[in-house]
């Protein structure tokens, strides 16, 4: 099964300054999706960003940009000029790219959440 | 733009009642899940059905039982409910590689 790991339950980052999280993965499949999602306060799910494996770039949004190691089965996020909005939950999910019959359901790691600071 | 509602926002039941958390989508799309939220644990899924008519179980899918009779809808049953079941519940739906989550329902169960 898979499973995926976010060790840092809390980080705090200053207004402006770049924050990394953390996410490793493990699986037996060798093309798979990962994703980050935020969820603020309001609970509201929502995508950050998405990294294809079988794409060695990594995948960037605006002031949101990936750390995608395949070999390492790492994923981090990074963000840049960090800014009060981006206080949240994170998550961290991976999907296999094909289920056969099954779900296609993400697996999400336990989250963790970013402070920042004015 | 609705996408997914989900209905009610917030919900708290006595042990033992029965309840069913609706979940409804205008997006077309054919994959539906339902995932739980615990504190500590992240999202964990309870249900999926891939296009209207046929369901499977995730991860925890004991205590609950869902429906696909249509497209659009995806309701969520709890018979008989127990306080673990406390908890907040996401429905999403999927298109393709991409996941779309409602704003989830709280419910607790005392």
């Known amino acids: 099964a898979q499973t995926v790991t976010q060790s840092q339950p809390e980080m705090s980052v200053q207004e402006a300054e770049t924050v990394t999280l953390s996410c490793t993965y493990d699986t037996s499949e060798s093309d798979y999706y990962l994703f980050w999602y935020k969820q603020p306060p309001s609970r509201q799910m929502i995508l950050v960003i998405r990294?294809?494996?079988?794409?060695?770039q990594n995948a960037t949004e605006n002031r949101f940009s990936v750390n995608f190691q395949k070999a390492a089965k790492s994923f981090s996020l990074k963000i840049s000029d960090s800014q009060l909005g981006d206080a949240a939950m994170y998550f961290c999910a991976y999907r296999p790219a094909y289920s056969g019959a099954g779900s296609y359901q993400l697996t999400f790691g336990k989250g963790t959440k970013l402070s920042v600071i004015p | 733009i609705a996408g997914i509602t989900q209905a009610p926002t917030s919900q708290i039941l006595a042990a033992g009642r029965r309840m069913t958390l609706r979940c409804t989508q205008d997006m077309r799309h054919n994959a539906m899940y339902w995932y739980r939220q615990d504190l500590g644990l992240g999202l964990r899924l309870i249900h999926y059905?891939?296009?209207?008519?046929?369901?499977g179980k995730g991860e925890v899918p004991d205590g609950y039982s869902v429906s696909r009779a249509n497209t659009d809808d995806f309701p969520l049953t709890l018979a008989s409910a127990v306080p673990s079941q406390t908890s907040v519940y996401f429905c999403?739906?999927?298109?393709?590689?991409?996941?779309?989550f409602g704003p989830g329902t709280r419910l607790t169960v005392l």
């Open positions: 999403a739906s999927r298109e393709q590689s991409e996941q779309f």
């Open positions: 990294q294809e494996a079988y794409k060695q």
């Open positions: 059905s891939n296009t209207a008519g046929t369901t």
